[in-house]
């Protein structure tokens, strides 16, 4: 079955320093990975998206991504975090033989908060 | 400017009541999907339109209905069966292509009291 896992319900992190939110997925062939942003009482808001090519991949807000095939993972980075950036992330996945319906699998999103 | 509007931004129901959440997109884009978010939950697919006059039960789709009768719009009707429906729920749209990511409206606040 396809599935994704967030496996931190809350990441803290102080200003100007690194951020990682972690995220491992489970699909059958190559998959297509997505990273969102909610802000609160907001709709999600897309960052970034890994389909095919370079594993680093570089998004809005100056988040990047890495793909890696042998961990099965997708973990979200960001070289110095802003007050601004506390917010949920929500990790999503389609396996390539999600049809036409083009369904995401979500996580369950980890909260992220930036401390001044 | 283009993007996905929902209306109303809160809404109030009592107990036995049917209510219908507006969606509307004028970005062109064939499919539609509604979503539901409770805390701790992530998101979870109610119902899905690829086309017009078409649609598709989600994960969660008893107590709900929809109607895509217009590609602009794909509004999402609660329904005195749905047990437990207060939640944010969220409307969704994605451009016709195998790669392309979903664009989210802002949400609709359901509260039942």
């Known amino acids: 079955a396809q599935s994704v896992a967030q496996p931190e319900d809350q990441v803290n992190v102080a200003e100007g320093n690194p951020l990682t939110v972690k995220c491992t997925y489970s699909?059958?062939?190559?998959?297509?990975l997505f990273w969102y942003v909610q802000y609160p009482n907001r709709g999600l808001q897309f960052l970034l998206k890994?389909?095919?090519?370079d594993n680093l991949v570089k998004g809005s807000y100056g988040f990047e991504a890495e793909f890696n095939k042998s961990q099965t993972s997708f973990h979200l980075k960001k070289p110095s975090a802003l007050v601004s950036d506390s917010a949920l992330y929500f990790c999503?996945?389609?396996?390539?033989?999600?049809?036409?319906?083009?369904?995401?699998?979500w996580g369950l999103g980890t909260s992220l908060a930036v401390n001044p | 400017d283009g993007g996905i509007t929902q209306s109303p931004k809160y809404l109030f129901r009592k107990e036995g009541q049917n209510v219908t959440l507006s969606c509307e997109q004028n970005?062109?884009?064939?499919?539609m999907y509604w979503y539901r978010q409770d805390p701790g939950q992530g998101l979870r697919l109610i119902y899905y339109?690829?086309?017009?006059?078409?649609?598709q039960k989600g994960d969660i789709a008893e107590g709900y209905s929809v109607s895509r009768e217009k590609k602009e719009s794909f509004p999402l009707t609660v329904t005195s069966a749905q047990k437990n429906p207060t939640a944010f729920y969220l409307c969704?749209?994605?451009?016709?292509?195998?790669?392309?990511?979903?664009?989210f409206g802002p949400g609709t606040r359901l509260t039942v009291l």
């Open positions: 969704a749209s994605i451009a016709s292509g195998h790669y392309n990511e979903q664009f």
């Open positions: 970005l062109n884009h064939d499919a």
């Open positions: 339109s690829q086309i017009v006059n078409d649609f």
């Open positions: 699909v059958s062939g190559n998959p297509y």
């Open positions: 890994y389909i095919t090519g």
């Open positions: 999503a996945v389609r396996g390539p033989n999600a049809g036409n319906n083009r369904k995401l699998i």
